[in-house]
């Protein structure tokens, strides 16, 4: 039991409802906050008595589902002076998605490769965009021209989202 003890993490807290310090491991001995008494051997203690020295162990939370753009944090704890225990809180917030560079000329290449060149350049030509096109110097993912001319492209070319996919893992930077 006590090398469980020891893995643990706990939280001090005087008032039992707000952190007075970062997750650590647990001291060897504590006071209690009522009677000022030194208790030594917390490791060995109940969870109550290692609570009246303000002392909470740390246990998870429920833990609500995330999506790949998203990301969990710990939004607050939630102290439990009977039991002892302070439950972690989680929430979710937005992650930005990684942004991902790509060489224009890798990506003729792989747009030659596939023999879709030819087609890329009228398309290009055709809308307008040539001084663009040459005025680039990499294509960004997190670029909105460059996303807009890739649906684009992509449906002008019956292009499937596997098929942008080699395209643009051949071209990354």
Avoid at 27 to 49: I, Y
Avoid at 78 to 90: C, H, L, M, Q, S
Avoid at 91 to 119: E, I, M, T
Avoid at 146 to 158: I, V
């Amino acid at each position: 039991m006590i090398s469980v003890i020891l893995a643990a993490l706990f939280i001090f807290s005087s008032d039992a409802s707000t952190p007075g310090s970062a997750e650590r491991a647990l001291p060897s001995q504590g006071r209690n906050l009522t009677t000022g008494e030194v208790v030594v051997g917390l490791h060995a203690s109940t969870p109550l008595v290692r609570a009246s020295c303000g002392w909470f162990e740390v246990v998870d939370g429920a833990k609500p589902p995330v999506s790949d753009n998203e990301e969990l944090y710990v939004s607050g704890y939630d102290f439990n002076a009977a039991t002892g225990y302070v439950t972690k809180e989680y929430s979710k917030r937005s992650r930005p998605l990684p942004v991902h560079q790509y060489s224009k000329l890798r990506c003729v290449a792989a747009l030659k490769n596939l023999g879709l060149w030819d087609a890329t350049k009228a398309w290009i030509i055709e809308n307008g965009l040539y001084d663009e096109y040459l005025a680039a110097q990499d294509f960004s993912s997190d670029n909105e021209y460059f996303l807009a001319g890739k649906a684009a492209l992509q449906q002008a070319l019956g292009l499937s989202d596997e098929e942008i996919a080699v395209i643009l893992q051949e071209a990354e930077l």
